[in-house]
């Protein structure tokens, strides 16, 4: 997957959610898998997450239908089966129904249905739905329901992602996003700073091979900023909360690389192809190129280092949500369903959503602590163990430009990071609604 189009596909994203709220539009009949769900006839009247609030049965009583709708294909539908099989084992009086829609349509289908209060009680999605939906009264607030702890048991930048106005509008089910990877036959340690950063991709750089080709396009570089100790925004309002002196040791951390000799990209897929040919030492890029650099490097020589001090990565994941046309003894027992989603036993299952080919198709565990077999699993998770939630708020379309030119001019044109920090706040602060 190209790097250069990932802020834009976030743009994209953001705006078509923001329309599909305005105008939902019928979509066509989708392609229904088994077991075969049927959609529930329309209530008069959407349901409230205060009808939620109940006290939990004992195992063998718990009753209702979990009625879920997804886009998942494959082996991802064969995990999701499994973990419905290992919670009916406990909780036999539960019934379920499926749903398939292509993914093109599942957002539009959700929220027209869920709208005139039919549809289904649960809804598998993208994060960046949740904020937009909980404002639209299509999900609920999780925090009446939820068993005490549960929050801290999950990975701490996926449990901020959820996180939305006082309420937790969702649960993640993964981890996927921004990791730092390095051929140790190039790089034989991790860094343990920036400074030993440096250090070490200038030591391992000989003739045409390079110690690292530094990332610095905004979306691989943002998380460093949390990781100096700023903020990019309030993430109820979307107000800039950057422009501070850690967002200033931000520009100035990328300008030391720079000035030490360390070749950058901005939004290129020129460190990833220079990695694969053993030419760099490390890169920073995503989750999804694991398979690629594996093969071209050999799964001898590719680790995934937790971040060094002072650096930090975006995490991101996919959601389940409760919708409000959840109710009453469906609405327990689905929400029952999605905490026992993100349990050890169950996160097990879709972790082996994978194939020999694409091992972490489905992501990473959640899980805090959870035990993995895949060496380079156990790695992500310790990177991830470190990173920073991925803010999916709508507002997040008016950073990209701003921020990324404030990189560049900073980069290429020598621009005081106060300065050019300065102008990227200015131009946020105008564009945020």
């Given amino acids: 997957m190209s790097k250069k189009f990932l802020p834009l596909i976030s743009i994209l994203l953001i705006l078509s959610f923001a329309l599909a709220a305005c105008s939902p539009k019928a979509t066509e009949a989708p392609v ?9 006839a329309p209530e008069t009247e959407a349901p409230v997450a205060e009808e939620t609030e109940v006290a939990a049965p004992a195992e063998e009583e718990l009753t209702g239908t979990v009625t879920i709708w997804h886009s998942k294909k494959n082996e991802e539908t064969n995990s999701l089966n499994a973990i419905v099989i290992a919670f009916k084992e406990k909780y036999p009086g539960v019934e379920f129904e499926q749903l398939f829609v292509p993914a093109d349509d599942l957002r539009n289908k959700f929220e027209t249905a869920v709208a005139t209060g039919s549809g ?10 949740g904020p937009a939906s909980y404002d639209a009264m299509l999900v609920q607030d999780l925090t009446p329901m939820m068993t005490p702890g549960l929050m801290d048991t999950l990975n701490d930048a996926a449990a901020n992602s959820v996180r939305y106005k006082d309420a937790i509008v969702g649960l993640p089910i993964n981890l996927k996003g921004v990791l730092l990877f390095r051929n140790k036959s190039i790089v034989p340690e991790p860094a343990a700073d920036w400074n030993d950063l440096i250090a070490k991709a200038t030591a391992a750089t000989s003739g045409d091979v390079q110690g690292m080709v530094f990332e610095t396009g905004f979306f691989f570089a943002a998380g460093h900023l949390y990781a100096l100790g700023a903020d990019l925004m309030d993430t109820t309002s979307g107000v800039p909360t950057f422009n501070n002196e850690a967002g200033v040791a931000w520009l100035t ?48 020589n590719l680790v995934i280092d937790p971040w060094p001090a002072g650096m930090s990565g975006y995490v991101q994941n996919d959601n389940i949500y409760l919708t409000t046309s959840a109710a009453g003894d469906d609405a327990l027992a689905t ?12 996160q097990a299952f879709w972790a082996s959503a994978g194939t020999p080919e694409l ?54 044109k020598g621009t005081d ?17």
Wanted: proline fraction near 8%.
């Fill in 335 to 346: 929400y029952k369903f999605m905490e026992f989603f993100v349990s050890p036993e169950a």
């Fill in 120 to 129: 289904p009680t649960m809804i598998i999605g993208n994060a960046d739905w």
């Fill in 32 to 40: 229904v898998e088994e077991p075969v769900a049927e959609e529930p």
């Fill in 417 to 433: 990071p106060a300065v050019a920090l300065q102008e990227a706040f200015d131009s946020v602060s105008g564009a945020v609604k």
């Fill in 253 to 300: 951390a990328l300008k030391n690389v720079k000035d030490a000799g360390i070749p950058t990209v901005n939004n290129s897929d020129d460190d990833v192809n220079l990695f694969k040919v053993g030419k760099a030492g490390m890169i920073i890029d995503g989750l999804w190129n694991v398979k690629a650099l594996t093969d071209a490097i050999g799964a001898e």
């Fill in 359 to 412: 091992p972490m198709a489905a992501g990473i565990p959640v899980v805090k602590g959870m035990e993995v077999t895949d060496p380079l699993a156990k790695q992500a998770i310790a990177c991830f163990a470190g990173g920073t939630a991925f803010p999916v708020i709508p507002q997040m379309g008016v950073y990209w430009d701003p921020m990324n030119n404030a990189i560049l001019s900073v980069l290429d």
